[in-house]
């Protein structure tokens, strides 16, 4: 079962997101081979983290629970929330396979919350330019809740533009950056 999570900042977190920064990445290091994509959210000015995205497979929502809430940012009051869904993986592919690379462009997690019919369950245009792309569901997978995207985008208008924008309560676009040890 793949699973989208989302930690966001508390305000004032930096410090103890730097001092934990090996911490997170050992506990990451855990997960390697069950992660689908992962790296910080950022503020505009492009070095500030905002929070932590992780995709991940995992046997269950328990594991997924204990993955999201076990970390050691949130463990530590970094985080001031944590937002975690079933997650499908419509790429069938790692953010470590995208032919667009680590490094080039601009690049966005956008996140639309809804809920009832399901929306944009199918890959909008453009897929060389999505990252990770996939519906957001309920544990047990019988309800849709909205959908995530990484995106390669020239701005955050074009990266919100793959979600079909009357479909959703909200669509959030973040900064985002490829994680993990370089």
Same mark, same amino acid.
């Given at each position: 079962?793949?699973?989208?999570? *989302?930690?966001?900042?508390?305000?004032?977190?930096?410090?103890?997101?730097?001092?934990?920064?090996? =911490?997170?990445?050992?506990?990451?290091?855990? *997960?390697?081979?069950?992660?689908?994509?992962?790296?910080?959210?950022? @503020?505009?000015?492009?070095?500030?983290?905002?929070?932590?995205?992780?995709?991940?497979?995992?046997?269950?929502? =328990?594991?997924?629970? @204990?993955?999201?809430?076990?970390?050691?940012? *949130?463990? =530590?009051?970094?985080?001031?929330?944590?937002?975690?869904?079933?997650?499908?993986?419509?790429?069938?592919?790692?953010?470590?396979?995208?032919?667009?690379?680590?490094?080039?462009?601009?690049?966005?997690?956008?996140?639309?919350?809804? =809920?009832?019919?399901? @929306?944009?369950l199918a890959l909008p245009?453009?897929?060389?330019?999505?990252?990770? *792309?996939?519906?957001?569901?309920?544990?047990?997978?019988?309800?849709?809740?909205?959908?995530?995207?990484?995106?390669?985008?020239?701005?955050?208008?074009?990266?919100?533009?793959?979600?079909t924008a009357d479909r959703? @309560?909200?669509?959030?676009?973040?900064?985002?950056?490829?994680?993990?040890?370089?």
């Amino acid at each position: 079962m793949e699973f989208f999570c *989302y930690h966001r900042d508390r305000t004032g977190s930096l410090p103890l997101r730097e001092e934990l920064v090996e =911490a997170h990445w050992s506990y990451m290091d855990r *997960y390697a081979k069950e992660l689908i994509a992962r790296g910080p959210t950022m @503020a505009d000015d492009g070095e500030t983290p905002t929070g932590s995205v992780h995709v991940v497979d995992l046997p269950d929502p =328990a594991a997924a629970r @204990a993955f999201a809430f076990d970390e050691p940012n *949130y463990q =530590a009051g970094a985080y001031r929330d944590v937002l975690l869904r079933r997650w499908r993986n419509t790429l069938g592919r790692t953010m470590w396979d995208f032919p667009g690379g680590r490094e080039a462009g601009n690049r966005y997690l956008v996140l639309g919350l809804g =809920a009832g019919e399901p @929306a944009d369950l199918a890959l909008p245009p453009g897929e060389d330019t999505l990252i990770a *792309y996939g519906p957001l569901s309920s544990d047990d997978g019988t309800a849709w809740l909205g959908t995530a995207a990484l995106v390669l985008a020239p701005d955050a208008d074009t990266a919100r533009a793959v979600l079909t924008a009357d479909r959703y @309560a909200d669509i959030e676009v973040h900064n985002w950056q490829f994680g993990g040890r370089s």
